[in-house]
């Protein structure tokens, strides 16, 4: 079965540099959640999108941005990147009309800011 | 959403049954309990969720007590593959949220399952 996908897998990049990551979710499912988990923590919850529209967000820096495209990918823009940024970023979706509205993750995409 | 409370950490002979145990007190009558999995640096793992009654898939059990106030998951015969961060999560059910979309997960402490050779 299809899995979510996020690209890039391992991301390096300077401070105060600008990264980019997506996430393509499964097949059908309508919407997305983005979550940060920094070295030895949990995962943090950061953004979510239903049918492309933002629809909760949690502790996500004013530097960070995400959208939800037409196809329903989104992607996660960090800008002015600090050293506190290097974590692991899963990206996650589900089906709203579900019932329990199962979340299912990627593989994430780990960000090492030098 | 209820908090949940989770052992720190717990050990599993392998082959044995490991059974997990959460704790959600606050419970309301419209919230789900989730159980996910971390393997390290993995993406977390759906395992299986309930509402009130019991619930058996591929690869667990998940006991809820009549009042809700607590669960317990297990496996019924641990490997060391199933070595993880074992989350247990309770959430609003579709429908009862404050609007489309309000349906993330919060992860807590969790437990960390060591399956022992």
């Known amino acids: 079965a299809a899995g979510v996908i996020q690209s890039p897998r391992h991301l390096i990049k300077e401070k105060r540099e600008t990264a980019t990551l997506k996430c393509y979710p499964i097949?059908?499912?309508?919407?997305v959640y983005w979550y940060q988990q920094g070295p030895g923590q949990d995962p943090q919850f950061l953004i979510s999108?239903?049918?492309?529209?933002?629809?909760d967000k949690g502790s996500i820096p004013d530097r960070f941005s995400a959208q939800q495209f037409s196809d329903y990918h989104s992607e996660l823009n960090m800008s002015s990147l600090e050293l506190g940024d290097s974590a692991l970023y899963f990206c996650?979706?589900?089906?709203?009309?579900?019932?329990?509205?199962?979340?299912?993750f990627g593989a994430g995409s780990r960000l090492t800011v030098l | 959403d209820a908090k949940t409370t989770q052992p720190p950490s717990m050990d599993c002979a392998e082959g044995r049954a490991a059974n997990l145990p959460c704790n959600h007190s606050?419970?309301?009558?419209?919230?789900?309990v989730y159980w996910y999995r971390q393997i390290h640096s993995q993406g977390p793992q759906y395992i299986i969720h309930?509402?009130?009654n019991n619930e058996t898939n591929e690869m667990a059990s998940l006991i809820i007590t009549e009042d809700r106030k607590s669960s317990t998951l297990i496996l019924p015969h641990a490997t060391l593959r199933d070595t993880a961060v074992y989350y247990c999560?309770?959430?609003?059910?579709?429908?009862f949220g404050s609007g489309a979309g309000s349906y993330q997960l919060t992860f807590g402490k969790g437990t960390k399952l060591s399956v022992i050779p």
């Open positions: 606050t419970i309301s009558g419209n919230e789900y």
């Open positions: 097949p059908r499912h309508d919407t």
């Open positions: 999108f239903y049918e492309k529209m933002q629809s």
């Open positions: 996650a979706s589900s089906l709203q009309g579900s019932g329990a509205n199962v979340l299912t």
């Open positions: 309930g509402l009130k």
């Open positions: 999560i309770v959430r609003v059910a579709l429908g």
